[in-house]
T-cell receptor, first 112, second 111 residues
């Protein structure tokens, strides 16, 4: 069964550095999403992306964050000038139509 | 953001019995609800969904019930199996793909 794949599985970064989280959505999917889950808290929506542009974003997704689909397969989340509170699991998801969304296994981001 | 609430952080059930996971929501704009299951070190896996115009959807051992007037939905698993042990997330969707998750309920099915 097709899967959403995320790399790396664990990313350790110094505070203030930039980090790029990578995702390969399922190939025929058109909608792409990023979520995060801070340890012990709920899964939170960050952003949705369709037709090469952001379709929806949450209040968490401020100017520090950006997304890109640089080619036909990858979908990336860039976090500029990382902060300690950015430490979380980041999940990518994709969907063929609106629902259901299929999730990757996540990237654990640790900011030191 | 408390649009979706799962008030029970954990639930323990004997194998073969029914598991009932509950979810409440406040956003009346949700037009779709989904349940996801999550194992440790994995992403959420889609389980079952229900449109807001329905009150029940069944898929094998899994049934989701929606009570719109009470803004409540539940997931029934019958019979429960040890492999069902996981964290279950309820999610509401509006604007077609804007999804909000509950905090999750950890289900333990004991052999």
């Amino acid at each position: 069964e097709p899967e959403v794949t995320q790399t790396p599985s664990h990313q350790v970064t110094q505070m203030g550095q930039e980090v790029i989280l990578r995702c390969v959505p399922i190939s025929n999917h058109l909608y792409f999403y990023w979520y995060r889950q801070i340890l012990g808290q709920k899964v939170e929506f960050l952003v949705s992306f369709y037709n090469n542009e952001i379709s929806e974003k949450s209040e968490i997704f401020d100017d520090q964050f950006s997304v890109e689909r640089p080619d036909g397969s990858n979908f990336t989340l860039k976090i500029r000038s990382t902060k300690l509170e950015d430490s979380a699991m980041y999940f990518c998801a994709s969907s063929e139509s609106f629902q259901p969304q299929h999730f990757g296994d996540g990237t654990r981001l640790s900011i030191l | 953001d408390q649009q979706v609430k799962q008030n029970s952080p954990s639930l323990s059930v004997q194998e073969g019995r029914i598991s009932i996971l509950n979810c409440d929501y406040t956003n009346s704009m949700f037009d779709y609800f989904l349940w996801y299951k999550k194992y440790p070190a994995e992403g959420p896996t889609f389980l079952i969904s229900i449109s807001s115009i329905k009150d029940k959807n069944e898929d094998g051992r899994f049934t989701v019930f929606l009570n719109k007037s009470a803004k409540h939905l539940s997931l029934h698993i019958v019979p429960s199996q040890p492999g069902d042990s996981a964290v279950y997330f309820c999610a509401g969707v509006y604007n077609n793909n804007d999804m909000r998750f509950g905090a999750g309920t950890r289900l333990t099915v004991k052999p």
